[in-house]
C-alpha cells in the first residue's frame, strides 16, 4: 500500500440517496400499482353516485384522501409478517404466536 487514502467512489449522501432510490423501487415492485388504481376509481365512483351535486374533482380528492389514510396505516400492520416464518421454516412455537397475534388482531377489531 502506498499510504494515500482513496476517495470514495460516491460521497455518502449520494450513496445514501440512491440506496434510497432502489430500495422504495425495490417495495413499489411489491405493490400492485393498477389494482390500488382501480379500487381509488371504484371509491370514487362510488361517492360521485352518493353525491351527484358534488364536483368530480371534489369526490377525486376525497377518494384520493381517503386511499392515502389507509396506506399511511400500512407501516403498522401486522399481516404483513403474517406469512413469514423465521429462517424459512415453519416451527410449533412460531405457528402458535402466528395464531396468538391473529386473535389479538381479531379482538381489536371488534
Known amino acids: 500500500m502506498s499510504g494515500t487514502l482513496h476517495q470514495p467512489l460516491i460521497a455518502p449522501d449520494k450513496a445514501a440517496q440512491l ?8 417495495v413499489l415492485g411489491c405493490v400492485d400499482l393498477q389494482a ?8 370514487w365512483v362510488a361517492l360521485s353516485e352518493q353525491e351527484p351535486d358534488a364536483s368530480d ?24 409478517y403474517a406469512m413469514v416464518w423465521p429462517f424459512g421454516a415453519e416451527c410449533e412455537l412460531c405457528e402458535d404466536e402466528l395464531h396468538e397475534s391473529a386473535k389479538q388482531h381479531r379482538r381489536k377489531r371488534g
Open 19 to 26: 440506496l434510497d432510490d432502489v430500495l422504495y423501487e425495490r
Open 36 to 43: 390500488l388504481f382501480m379500487v381509488e376509481v371504484e371509491l
Open 57 to 80: 374533482e371534489r369526490t377525486r380528492r376525497i377518494a384520493k384522501d381517503m386511499i392515502d389514510r389507509a396506506l399511511v396505516r400500512l407501516p403498522d400492520e401486522e399481516r404483513r
